[in-house]
């Protein structure tokens, strides 16, 4: 073999080499990014781990951020950490403990009986489905001992009822039809329990409710945000990790996680949602996300909650932790300014809400706006 034969030889190799070994660096930088192994994972004083977590991709989330802090939600079995007091508390709301029927949102109509009803009466002779058309339908009795307005109980006697049906929610108004299948059902009630019903004129009722369900159209606000990859795409292993680093937790459905409100059984702050089928694959390591979405539901969220400003606050902590950049929902970027305005605009939603009796976060906004 010749001197040029030999050098070319050693020239294609050394090529090959070099295209075999770009190749390979390609493909694992473009690789989804995994999750760290537990051992990885940041440990709090040698102590249990800690979600959420003070680690540098959740630098976004400082404790000075958030005032009147006491601290966080109670646990159900271990002390209170650190991080939990990133959780804004909600004061206990006598919204609460309003009675399920109320006449700003609901059409009511009074049953009075002949006589005490028992509560195992009562149940008997309930609907056997609590909807008419598209809308909730209730029956309360009024407890003879506690004179306090509830959903009929066993054990417990009633002097009188109501029946009610709600005006509106995300399904549109109530219409003539839905009034009439209450009008039906709160009747075979009455008639069940020997009381007499006094139903409001309809004409008026469904006018009411058309004009709740355009101010609810009008106020009801649902962000949502997209946070992409810029460079490797992501597994849904890593996704969770770095969710759960900022108070995350897995939702109802593969590929949604939710951020807890400091209230238990109240609805969450926020969503996170990514490629349902990504988290359902056999090998979801394999699994390429390239965006997942943060969103807010804004009316189900009291506003002491600071849920804008939590939303914020983890989108750059995930943006930081993850190399992703905040887009709009058709996949734009958005500069940090951006999100100022929404901030004013929310202020003002919420003072209106709060002048229509509707606050975001009470139990009469999350049943208007469900």
């Not at 009466?121 to 339908?137: D, E, I, N, V």
């Not at 002097?159 to 929610?169: D, P, R, T, W």
């Not at 945000?225 to 597994?235: E, G, H, K, P, Y």
């Not at 390239?290 to 914020?312: G, K, M, N, W, Y």
């Amino acid at each position: 073999m010749s001197t040029l034969q030999l050098s070319l030889a050693i020239i294609g190799g050394l090529v090959l080499a070099l295209i075999v070994a770009y190749n390979t660096w390609t493909s694992r930088r473009n690789a989804p990014k995994r999750a760290l192994p537990p051992e990885h994972e940041p440990v709090a004083d040698g102590a249990q781990r800690r979600e959420p977590g003070f680690d540098a991709g959740a630098a976004a989330l400082a404790p000075g951020e958030f005032q009147g802090l006491d601290r966080g939600p109670e646990p159900s079995a271990h002390a209170v950490d650190a991080s939990d007091a990133l959780q804004l508390p909600v004061p206990a709301s006598s919204l609460e403990r309003r009675p399920g029927l109320d006449p700003l949102i609901d059409v009511i109509a009074p049953l009075q009986a002949e006589q005490l009803v028992s509560g195992d009466a009562a149940l008997a002779a309930l609907p056997p489905t609590r909807r008419a058309g598209s809308k909730p339908f209730a029956i309360e009795g009024l407890n003879e001992a506690t004179q306090q307005w509830e959903t009929p109980a066993p054990g417990q006697r009633y002097q009188s009822f109501q029946a009610g049906v709600q005006l509106a929610n995300r399904m549109g108004a109530l219409n003539e039809i839905e009034f009439s299948e209450f009008v039906v059902k709160a009747q075979a009630f009455a008639d069940a329990i020997n009381a007499a019903a006094d139903f409001p004129d309809m004409l008026q009722e469904v006018a009411r409710a058309r004009e709740l369900d355009q101010f609810a159209s009008d106020h009801d606000a649902q962000l949502m945000f997209m946070l992409r990859a810029r460079q490797a795409a992501w597994s849904p292993g890593y996704v969770q990790q770095n969710a759960a680093r900022l108070g995350f937790v897995p939702g109802a459905m593969p590929g949604r996680l939710v951020l807890p409100a400091s209230t238990p059984g109240l609805p969450p702050l926020l969503t996170l949602g990514f490629d349902t089928q990504a988290a359902l694959a056999d090998d979801p390591e394999q699994s390429a996300i390239r965006d997942i979405t943060l969103s807010l539901d804004v009316a189900q969220v009291h506003r002491t909650e600071q849920p804008f400003a939590r939303l914020r606050d983890v989108a750059a902590a995930l943006c930081q932790a993850m190399d992703g950049v905040l887009c709009d929902q058709n996949g734009t970027p958005l500069p940090a300014m951006a999100m100022d305005p929404i901030a004013a605009d929310l202020e003002l939603l919420y003072d209106q809400l709060d002048g229509r009796d509707l606050s975001a976060g009470s139990v009469l906004a999350r049943r208007l706006f469900s």
